[in-house]
C-alpha cells in the first residue's frame, strides 16, 4: 500500500530506534496483519527498507488506527490514510496506551496471530488486561511497563534468530539467578520466506523500588564536586560500595552463564582474529573521527599484543554491552538488564562467545563516562578533571575488587586483552559521538589518550 509505506518513509527516520540514519532509502515495503480489531484496531507492520549502498533492514511497526483523530496522540500520530473515500488516522501503538493490552492477553493464551506466535515461558504471572505505560527514555527498542507487574519490550529491528536476551534470560531461569528478572514469555515472528523467526518481543517481571545505576553514579559525581575540599571517599554520596557489590552480581551472572551455555578455550586463532577485527574498527572510526588518528599507533600496539597474548581466556556468552544505564539497584542489590548485546552488532555475532573481560571493559568505560560527562560543561577546570579521575579510578577500583573476590578471577590486573576491550569500547564510544555527541566527544578521546600512551 503506497500510502502507508509514503507515511513510513517520513515518520520513521524521526524515531529513536531507528539505526539507519543519515542513509539515503532507495526503496521500502511493508506487509502487516490485523492483531487486535477492538477500538483502537491493532495492526503490525513489517518494514523493509533498503538503503543506496545495498544494506538491508527490517524494522518492526505497530499501529492504532482511528476513525478520528485524537488529540491527546499529537506526539504518536504517523499520519493519515484515505481509502475509498474513508480517511483512518494512525498512531504509533506503543504510545497509546489503549491498544497495549492485547500484547499480554495474546501472550498469556499462547496464541497465534498471522505470522506472529506468542510463548509464555510457563511460571510467573502475566497480568491480562492491565494498559503498558512507553519506557521513554530507550533507544533501540521500546517497552512497555504494565503496571508493578511486568515489561515488555519491542525489538524494534528484526533479525532472524533467537534474540540473545530472551535465549539468556531462559537459560538463567534453571540456575534462578537472584540478578536477573525473571522471563515471563516472548513473542516471534514467522519469515515469510521459510528462514529463522525473528524475535519480536520478550515479557519480564517488572523490577519496582528500582533505581537506575548510571543516575545512581552521576549523582554520586556531582556530590563529589559540590564539596571541593574532600576527596571521593569522604562525600556522603561516595558509590564505591555499590561497586564493589555490583562487581559481585556482574561475577555471578558470568559464573552461571558459564554453567548452563557452551563454553570454550580460546585458540591462538581467536586471538589472531579478535586484534585484527579491533584494527579494522579503528581504521574505520578514523574515517569518521580523524582526531583518532594521533593515538592510532599505541593503539594499534595495545590490539598487537593481544595477537600475541598467552593469557588464558574460556569463551562463553556474555552480556556484550554492559554499562551503568543497563543496571537496576535494589533494597537486596543488583539486577542487570539487557543481554541483547550491542544492538547494531549482526545478531549472529551477538550469539558468539567472548571472554567475560569484554563485560568488564565495558562497566570499566561506563564508570569513566560517569565521572567525565560534567566536564563537558567545564572542560577546562583541572581541578574538576583531577576529581573526577579519582572517582572514576575509586569506583573501577571498588567493581573489579567485588568481581575479584565473588569468582576468585581478578578481572583486572595487567590483563592486555582488557586493555584492547577499554580501547576498542572507546572507538566505538568516539564514533558514536562524533554522529549523535559532537560535545561528548572528549570523554571517550581522553580515555583512549590514557589507553594509548600508556607506558
Known amino acids: ?31 502487516g496483519f490485523f492483531l487486535d480489531r477492538g477500538n483502537p484496531v491493532l495492526s503490525v507492520h513489517r518494514v523493509r527498507i533498503e538503503y ?12 492504532s488506527w482511528r ?10 500520530f504517523v499520519g493519515a490514510v484515505s481509502n475509498e473515500g474513508r480517511e483512518s488516522f494512525a498512531y504509533d501503538a506503543m504510545r497509546d496506551r489503549e491498544s497495549t493490552a492485547p500484547w499480554l492477553i495474546h501472550l498469556s493464551q499462547g496464541s497465534t496471530v498471522g505470522p506472529m506466535r506468542f ?8 497480568p491480562e488486561g492491565l494498559p503498558g505505560d512507553i519506557v521513554s527514555t530507550e533507544q533501540s527498542n521500546t517497552s512497555l511497563v504494565y503496571g508493578q507487574e511486568a515489561i515488555l519490550k519491542l525489538f524494534r529491528r528484526l533479525e532472524p534468530g533467537l534474540n540473545p536476551d ?14 536477573i528478572a525473571p522471563l515471563l514469555g516472548h513473542i516471534e515472528i514467522d519469515d515469510a520466506g521459510g528462514g529463522e523467526p525473528a524475535t519480536v518481543a ?6 519496582p523500588n528500582a533505581s537506575d545505576g548510571w543516575r545512581l553514579a552521576t549523582a554520586s559525581v556531582r556530590d563529589l564536586y559540590a564539596e571541593g575540599d574532600l576527596h571521593a571517599d569522604e562525600v556522603g554520596g561516595d558509590f564505591a560500595a555499590d561497586s564493589e557489590r555490583l562487581g559481585a552480581a556482574t561475577a555471578s551472572v558470568h ?17 589472531a582474529t579478535l586484534a585484527r577485527q579491533m584494527t579494522e574498527r579503528l581504521d574505520a572510526a578514523i574515517e569518521v573521527v580523524p582526531q583518532l588518528e594521533e593515538h592510532a599507533e599505541g593503539l594499534r600496539a595495545v590490539y598487537a599484543a593481544v595477537a600475541d597474548s598467552q593469557e588464558r581466556v574460556v569463551r562463553q556468552r556474555v552480556h556484550g554491552d554492559l554499562h551503568l544505564g543497563q543496571v537496576l539497584r535494589t533494597a537486596t542489590g543488583w539486577i542487570i538488564l539487557d543481554f541483547e548485546g550491542e544492538p547494531a552488532r549482526p545478531l549472529a555475532d551477538r550469539r558468539e562467545l567472548d ?22 560543561e567545564q572542560p577546562d577546570d583541572p581541578q574538576r578533571a583531577y576529581r573526577a579521575q579519582e572517582w572514576a579510578a575509586r569506583n573501577r577500583t571498588a567493581f573489579c575488587t567485588g568481581y575479584s573476590e565473588a569468582s576468585g578471577l581478578d578481572p583486572c590486573g595487567e590483563s592486555p586483552l582488557l586493555r584492547a576491550f577499554e580501547a576498542d569500547k572507546a572507538v566505538y564510544e568516539c564514533v558514536y559521538e562524533a554522529r549523535n555527541r559532537p560535545h561528548w566527544l572528549m570523554i571517550p578521546l581522553q580515555s583512549l589518550s590514557r589507553i594509548a600512551h600508556r607506558d
Open 67 to 76: 476513525d478520528h483523530p485524537a488529540e491527546d496522540l499529537e506526539s504518536a
Open 119 to 126: 510463548s509464555p515461558a510457563g511460571e510467573g504471572h502475566i
Open 255 to 271: 559464573a552461571d552463564m558459564a554453567e548452563v551455555l557452551p563454553t570454550e578455550e580460546a585458540s591462538p586463532d581467536w586471538y
Open 52 to 63: 543506496t549502498d545495498g544494506v538491508r533492514e527490517t524494522y518492526l511497526v505497530p499501529l
Open 202 to 207: 520478550m515479557l519480564q517481571t517488572f523490577v
Open 166 to 179: 530472551v535465549e539468556i534470560h531462559s537459560a538463567l531461569r534453571r540456575v534462578e539467578n537472584e540478578h
Open 355 to 376: 571472554s567475560p573481560l569484554r563485560d568488564v571493559a565495558g562497566m570499566l568505560r561506563s564508570f569513566d563516562y560517569a565521572a567525565r560527562h560534567m566536564l563537558v
Open 1 to 31: 500500500m503506497k500510502a502507508l509505506t509514503d507515511l513510513f518513509r517520513e515518520w520513521i527516520p524521526q524515531q529513536r530506534w531507528f539505526g539507519g540514519k543519515g542513509r539515503e532509502w532507495a526503496d521500502v515495503t511493508e506487509d
